[in-house]
């Protein structure tokens, strides 16, 4: 799945929407800095498990913290999966920019 579900997917527990496009906005900086080569992958991906773990907790206060932990971890994976995905795809897009082709293959 892209990186829009599952952001989408991560925040369906929240109701408020300028909590929600707070928190979606603060993981696509996340992932653009990472993308960039700003920030390293374990330091993207410990804060993207924060805020999973955070929006597990408050959505799911039933969980134990076990259980909130390992759905996090779940969740921070799928999402940088997902960003090493958008990162792959850019890349293969500016390659055939660079070309002054008009015809993409996607």
């Not at 992932?31 to 924060?50: P, Q, T, V």
């Not at 940088?80 to 660079?98: H, I, N, Q």
Request: aromatic share 8%; proline share 1%.
């Amino acid at each position: 799945m892209s990186l829009n579900v599952k952001i989408l997917s991560l925040l369906s527990g929240i109701i408020g929407v300028s909590d929600r496009v707070g928190i979606a906005s603060t993981i696509f900086y996340i992932c653009d800095l990472y993308l960039d080569g700003n920030i390293k992958e374990e330091k993207a991906r410990a804060e993207i498990y924060n805020i999973c773990y955070n929006i597990v907790r408050f959505a799911n206060f039933d969980l134990t913290e076990d259980e909130a932990r390992k759905k996090a971890r779940v969740m921070a994976d799928e999402i940088m999966r997902a960003v090493k995905l958008e990162g792959t795809r850019r890349l293969v897009l500016s390659k055939f920019k660079s070309r002054g082709s008009s015809i993409l293959p996607f």
